[in-house]
């Protein structure tokens, strides 16, 4: 054994705690839990997760929630473990899904490093910072909850995740939360050959957002993917007011009346995303 290992020596109630979590595949907990699986009550429960704590076996993601630091790590007690798993967490059993910028780094949808982590749910808790990785919950309405399924992240984590279209869409909706449509276009064109072209124009129209189907139909139409029939349908759900294509850039450029847009980044700009 390592002096890192013995720095965290257990007893045999602390051991089998945390044995128990790893069969299950758990390692983030609260006080029902312990209590579940220790037999300690209240007061005795609560000051079994402060030994914990105080040891570095276990790290504080907020209160009352806690995770286990992997015995390499030390007597480390600002430990996240998988953002992406920690966001699930932090939802407290809310339905949710990984999101946007968040969700394209999962896809390899991306190559930009994720500052931060979001994720969408129906009932969005406050945004909040946590060992330094902040978190963003986007609040969607019940009815266009959709669109999503577990996914692995690591070894030990699975989470909800927006699947390859919806990721897209979300972009297209939200360009903020992923750096732009630039980068929305960017994972488009990496993920190209993984992409149903007939779903991503299911999920705007289902979406019912006259922007996003605009942005969407000139993504389809600049890097060339999927059918004119796709592109048809889209066309035919077209609002009539312009937005601008990219409204995380400023007001300006020539107006497309294809897709009801104000073209403020070119194609010849959207071309040069790298393509796969």
């Not at 965290?8 to 299950?24: D, I, M, N």
């Not at 030390?74 to 953002?83: F, Q, T, V, W």
């Not at 007011?241 to 107006?255: R, S």
Request: aromatic share 8%.
């Amino acid at each position: 054994m390592n002096k890192k290992y013995n720095l965290k020596t257990l007893g045999s109630q602390a051991a089998r705690f945390v044995t128990t979590l790893q069969e299950r595949r758990h390692l983030a907990f609260a006080l029902p839990e312990v209590m579940e699986i220790t037999g300690l009550q209240g007061a005795s429960a609560r000051s079994f997760i402060r030994a914990l704590v105080n040891r570095g076996v276990a790290a504080r993601l907020r209160p009352g929630l806690f995770h286990l630091v992997p015995f390499e790590l030390g007597r480390e007690k600002d430990y996240l473990g998988n953002p992406y798993a920690a966001a699930r967490e932090l939802m407290r059993g809310r339905e949710y899904y990984v999101s946007h910028a968040s969700a394209m780094d999962i896809h390899r949808m991306t190559t930009q490093p994720q500052l931060v982590v979001y994720a969408t749910s129906p009932k969005a808790p406050r945004g909040r910072t946590v060992f330094g990785t902040e978190f963003r919950f986007v609040r969607c309405p019940r009815k266009r909850f959709f669109g999503f399924s577990e996914h692995w992240v690591d070894k030990q984590e699975k989470v909800m995740v927006s699947d390859i279209e919806r990721t897209v869409i979300d972009g297209l909706k939200a360009p903020q939360y992923c750096g732009g449509v630039s980068e929305v276009a960017k994972g488009l064109a990496m993920r190209r050959s993984d992409i149903d072209a007939r779903k991503l124009g299911e999920y705007a129209l289902r979406l019912g957002k006259s922007a996003v189907i605009g942005r969407l139909g000139q993504l389809m139409d600049v890097l060339e993917i999927g059918k004119e029939s796709d592109r048809a349908a889209l066309r035919k759900r077209l609002g009539k007011a312009y937005v601008l294509l990219d409204p995380t850039l400023p007001a300006e450029g020539p107006f497309l009346a294809k897709w009801r847009l104000r073209l403020n980044m070119s194609a010849e700009e959207l071309r040069a995303v790298p393509r796969t």
